[in-house]
């Protein structure tokens, strides 16, 4: 089971700190992407960590505001939103890739992974 919780609401400008987190498997030996959507829009994907090596990627709409980081003692990937706009207002999910796959980099797109959590809203006031 996944499960990403930390949404709240949160004036434009602040910060949030989301969490990943796996139970009945190891969440280390998978890639794992972020996800968010908000109403009307597609899914857009965040940013996600590889398997192997850790290697991160982002979106543009995010990079350098947002950072992906795992804790293995917590069995968790973790999302720090900094600056945040009223455009990041979504539902966020994350998501783990197929087993063995994305090892040495990651994909930011959906059909790359193949189990998913509940969300977590995120509301960013202006």
């Known amino acids: 089971q996944l499960q990403a919780s930390g949404g709240g609401l949160v004036q434009a400008g602040g910060s949030l700190r989301l969490s990943c987190a796996a139970s009945g498997f190891t969440l280390d030996h998978y890639a794992v992407g972020w996800f968010r959507q908000a109403p009307g829009k597609e899914r857009e994907g965040v940013g996600c960590?590889?398997?192997?090596?850790?290697?991160?990627n982002y979106s543009d709409s995010v990079k350098g505001r947002f950072t992906i980081s795992r804790d293995n003692t917590k069995n968790t990937v973790n999302l720090q939103m900094n600056n945040l706009r009223p455009e990041d207002t979504a539902v966020y999910y994350c998501?783990?890739?197929?087993?063995?796959?994305?090892?040495?980099?990651?994909?930011?797109?959906?059909?790359?992974?193949?189990?998913w959590g509940q969300g977590t809203q995120v509301t960013v006031s202006s």
């Open positions: 960590i590889s398997s192997g090596d850790d290697t991160i």
């Open positions: 998501a783990t890739g197929f087993e063995g796959r994305q090892r040495w980099d990651c994909s930011i797109r959906g059909h790359n992974y193949n189990r």
